[in-house]
C-alpha cells in the first residue's frame, strides 16, 4: 500500500510546482505597423540635344538651354532621395564612330523651370528632397568635343537616372 501514496506525493508535488510555473508566467503584445510610401515614378520628360555640330567644334548645351535634357519625378511630398546616373563616355553614329562628351552638368529643383541646385551628374549619389506635392526636375547638359575630321552622321547614346528613396 506504500505504492500509491509514494506516487500520490510525487503528483502532488509535481502538480504544484506546474501550478506555481503556470502562476509566474504573463504575456504581451505589441502591434507592427508599416507606412508604404508612393512609388517613385522617373519619366525622361525631354531628350538631351546638342543639335548641329561642326567637327573640330566643342557644343555645349547648358541646363538652361531648350535641347537641355529633362527628367521628371513623383513620389512622396517632402521625402529624401538619392539621384544616380549612368553616362556616356562618347556618343556613337552606329558604325563605330565614336563622338566624345567633354563634361556632364545638372540641375534639380522642385518648380519645373531651369534654376536650381547645381551638381555634376555622376554615379554617385546626389541627394535631394522631393517638394511639398512630391515633384522633381532634374535638367541635363553637357558637352560634345567632336575631332577636325569627325565623320559626319547621328550620333546618340543613352543617359539613365536612377532615383531611389533614403
Known sequence: MRFPTRVS??????????????????????????NVLTPL????????SFGNVFPGLNKTVAVTDAGAGRFDVAGQANANVSLSFVLPSNLSDGSGNLL?????????NTTGTATG??????????????????????????????????????????????????
Open 41 to 48: 515614378t522617373v519619366v525622361g520628360a525631354q531628350n538631351l
Open 100 to 108: 566624345p562628351i567633354g563634361s556632364w552638368t545638372g540641375e534639380h
Open 9 to 34: 506525493a510525487a503528483l502532488v508535488a509535481t502538480l504544484s510546482l506546474l501550478a506555481a510555473e503556470a502562476r509566474a508566467q504573463n504575456s504581451a503584445s505589441i502591434t507592427a505597423t508599416a
Open 117 to 166: 541646385a547645381n551638381f555634376t551628374p555622376s554615379a554617385g549619389a546626389t541627394n535631394t528632397t522631393l517638394s511639398g506635392t512630391g515633384n522633381l526636375y532634374v535638367f541635363i547638359g553637357g558637352q560634345v568635343t567632336p575631332a577636325v575630321n569627325q565623320p559626319a552622321g547621328l550620333y546618340s547614346g543613352s543617359v539613365q537616372m536612377t532615383v531611389v528613396y533614403f
